[in-house]
């Protein structure tokens, strides 16, 4: 048998005539993202050498963009899959590099590519198949004191919290918590980073049903203004003297303070949240609080209470104490209304 002897280079192209028995891959050993090539050559069974068709490979790395990393992620797995090339995609492709004895460069070439299943086609700017997403959509912030079925879904996938769609102080302290175990901006906003770590933004999709019994407005609206709100005050009266218990909600357990507004509020068929901070949120801020409305203290609230007018209100205010009527000893932090 007798071997041809050539080396031709073009550009970023290596091209190597291969024996009858052998498949060799050039490629630079450097190569800006994006760029770069491979030529293969392939044995025939007559004994005859057979060029293959040149293929082009596509260099990536640390910086790279486009359709071609999104087909790495979605390949890899693990991964967000927005076509970034960014630290996160770097120690997963040096990761898959080291488990299946290549150099792990963090350089996806040829292969990298041939591990992964194949560099996409011969064109030198492949269309890959997307992965399934939902409708095209803009991404929406959701913060503190934000609420609605956003917020539900965000609590969901958090996991550990009441999923009542009101981002108070537990959800947001569990933002926070999240963004920093995945390495993000630790500022309590779930904005586009938030969403992809927490499995993608929910465009177009209903909103997820809690997987426990949440606290719920009535299946009717509440009434808003009129007989509701005015039975308020004579409601609450009917509980001076019950004992301050601290998670008490009815006249039978007790009542700590914002379980005795919800309670009251309930009976006169006007909905609220159970806790003052998620009260604080829920309802509209009014500097001309009416008879019925709620006064707060501290922001998120710690306190709550039922203002009757004449800078007084009714209260259930701590241990050892009565829900009873009682000045209003210090500034609020605000007033909140159904009105």
């Given at each position: 048998?007798?071997?041809?002897?050539?080396?031709?280079?073009?550009?970023?192209?290596?091209?190597?005539?291969?024996?009858?028995?052998?498949?060799?891959?050039?490629?630079?050993?450097?190569?800006?993202?994006?760029?770069?090539?491979?030529?293969a050559t392939s044995a025939?069974?007559?004994?005859?050498?057979?060029?293959?068709?040149?293929?082009?490979?596509?260099?990536?790395?640390?910086?790279?963009?486009?359709?071609?990393?999104?087909?790495?992620?979605?390949?890899?797995?693990?991964?967000?899959?927005?076509?970034?090339?960014?630290?996160?995609?770097?120690?997963?492709?040096?990761?898959?590099?080291?488990?299946?004895?290549?150099?792990?460069?963090?350089?996806v070439g040829p292969l990298?590519?041939?591990?992964?299943?194949?560099?996409?086609?011969?064109?030198?700017?492949?269309?890959?198949?997307?992965?399934?997403?939902?409708?095209?959509?803009?991404?929406?912030?959701?913060?503190?004191?934000?609420?609605?079925?956003?917020?539900?879904?965000?609590?969901?996938?958090?996991?550990?919290?009441?999923?009542?769609?009101?981002?108070?102080?537990?959800?947001?302290?569990?933002?926070?918590?999240?963004?920093?175990?995945?390495?993000?901006?630790?500022?309590?906003?779930?904005?586009?980073?938030?969403?992809?770590?927490?499995?993608?933004?929910?465009?177009?999709?209903?909103?997820?049903?809690?997987?426990?019994?949440?606290?719920?407005?009535?299946?009717?609206?509440?009434?808003?203004?009129?007989?509701?709100?005015?039975?308020?005050?004579s409601i609450a009266r009917?509980?001076?003297?019950?004992?301050?218990?601290?998670?008490?909600?009815?006249?039978?357990?007790?009542?700590?303070?914002?379980?005795?507004?919800?309670?009251?509020?309930?009976?006169?068929?006007?909905?609220?949240?159970?806790?003052?901070?998620?009260?604080?949120?829920?309802?509209?801020?009014?500097?001309?609080?009416?008879?019925?409305?709620?006064?707060?203290?501290?922001?998120?609230?710690?306190?709550?209470?039922?203002?009757?007018?004449?800078?007084?209100?009714?209260?259930?205010?701590?241990?050892?104490?009565?829900?009873?009527?009682?000045?209003?000893?210090?500034?609020?932090?605000?007033?909140?209304?159904?009105?």
């Amino acid at each position: 048998m007798t071997s041809r002897k050539g080396l031709v280079l073009t550009g970023s192209m290596l091209s190597i005539p291969a024996t009858a028995a052998s498949l060799v891959h050039a490629a630079p050993a450097q190569a800006d993202p994006g760029s770069g090539s491979n030529s293969a050559t392939s044995a025939n069974a007559g004994g005859g050498t057979r060029v293959s068709a040149p293929t082009q490979v596509v260099y990536l790395r640390s910086g790279s963009t486009g359709s071609y990393v999104r087909i790495v992620q979605q390949r890899l797995g693990g991964l967000a899959v927005d076509g970034i090339f960014g630290w996160r995609t770097n120690a997963k492709v040096k990761s898959f590099q080291s488990s299946k004895g290549l150099v792990p460069d963090g350089i996806v070439g040829p292969l990298t590519w041939n591990a992964l299943g194949g560099f996409p086609g011969a064109s030198p700017a492949p269309t890959p198949t997307p992965q399934p997403t939902p409708p095209s959509c803009s991404v929406s912030q959701i913060r503190y004191g934000s609420t609605g079925s956003l917020v539900s879904t965000a609590q969901q996938r958090l996991g550990g919290l009441a999923v009542d769609g009101i981002f108070g102080a537990a959800t947001l302290a569990k933002v926070k918590s999240f963004q920093a175990s995945k390495g993000l901006v630790v500022d309590g906003i779930v904005g586009t980073a938030t969403w992809s770590a927490l499995g993608g933004y929910p465009c177009g999709s209903p909103t997820p049903t809690p997987p426990t019994p949440t606290p719920k407005p009535p299946s009717t609206d509440p009434p808003s203004t009129g007989s509701g709100l005015a039975a308020v005050i004579s409601i609450a009266r009917k509980y001076l003297g019950t004992p301050y218990v601290w998670g008490g909600a009815s006249p039978s357990q007790g009542f700590d303070c914002s379980g005795l507004t919800s309670y009251v509020y309930k009976q006169a068929g006007l909905y609220i949240p159970r806790t003052a901070s998620q009260q604080q949120t829920y309802m509209k801020a009014t500097n001309n609080p009416q008879p019925g409305d709620l006064v707060f203290f501290g922001y998120p609230a710690y306190h709550v209470g039922i203002y009757i007018g004449n800078n007084q209100m009714i209260a259930s205010p701590k241990p050892g104490d009565v829900v009873k009527q009682q000045q209003i000893w210090t500034t609020p932090a605000g007033y909140g209304t159904l009105r």
